[in-house]
């Protein structure tokens, strides 16, 4: 079973700039979610799908960051314009979330290291 | 807002010991309970879940909820110098499922 595919693996940018980041999820898996990870902290969720709906996104800051998952499949994090604060791994995981009503496990895709100068 | 609190370490066991490590949390309503582990550099991969209080046995692994005292713990037995990462600890949100994780902890095994 192929995992979460994500893109591009490192991007480094100027300040103000914009950037886009890719996410493939496992296949079948209703439920994407963005993290975001700064240096010695741990993940913090940025925003949760299900399916092509978003299911929260409350710590998006919408100011700057936005992201859809048009198909229900893939999605798309951007951001417009980059801070330097913005510098951090942004990992991207998916999970089943069937009906039984438990926590499925997450499966976190391999990140994408942004560098804001 | 939910927390989860950690020791960020690092925590220094020698080969062959016991590294406990330790977790707590503020939402009393929380159901089920994740541990991470996170290679430098690598992205965060499930090595336990826990959803019932007392202990859970995987192999080296031993995960053990404590629901009243609202803690969990994580304890590798035989501690191998492979075992060296970050582990983090994660609670899901009620109903949503995302996960609020601690800022983890950095367990070095030394040879």
């Known amino acids: 079973e192929a995992g979460v595919a994500q893109s591009p693996r490192y991007k480094i940018i100027e300040k103000r700039q914009s950037v886009a980041f890719w996410c493939n999820p496992i296949?079948?898996?209703?439920?994407l979610y963005w993290y975001q990870q700064i240096l010695g902290q741990g993940p913090k969720l940025l925003i949760q799908?299900?399916?092509?709906?978003?299911?929260?996104d409350s710590q998006l800051p919408k100011d700057r960051f936005s992201a859809e998952r048009l198909k229900g499949v893939d999605s798309t994090l951007k951001i417009q314009p980059a801070k330097l604060e913005d510098s951090a791994v942004y990992l991207c995981?998916?999970?089943?979330?069937?009906?039984?009503?438990?926590?499925?496990?997450?499966?976190f895709g391999p990140g994408t290291r942004l560098t804001v100068l | 807002q939910k927390e989860v609190e950690q020791n960020s370490g690092p925590l220094s066991v020698p080969e062959g010991a016991i590294a406990s490590l330790n977790c707590t949390y503020s939402?009393?309503?929380?159901?089920?309970f994740f541990w991470y582990r996170q290679y430098s550099g690598k992205s965060p991969e499930l090595i336990m879940s826990?959803?019932?209080?007392g202990d859970k046995e995987d192999g080296r692994f031993t995960a053990q909820l404590n629901k009243a005292s609202q803690y969990v713990s994580l304890l590798i037995r035989d501690s191998q110098p492979s075992d060296s990462a970050t582990y983090l600890c994660?609670?899901?949100?009620?109903?949503?499922?995302?996960?609020?994780f601690g800022s983890g902890t950095r367990l070095q095994v030394q040879p």
């Open positions: 799908f299900q399916n092509n709906g978003v299911v929260d």
């Open positions: 994660a609670v899901p949100d009620t109903g949503r499922r995302a996960l609020t």
């Open positions: 296949s079948g898996h209703a439920t």
């Open positions: 995981a998916s999970s089943l979330d069937g009906s039984s009503g438990s926590t499925d496990t997450q499966y």
């Open positions: 826990i959803y019932s209080n």
């Open positions: 939402d009393r309503v929380s159901q089920s």
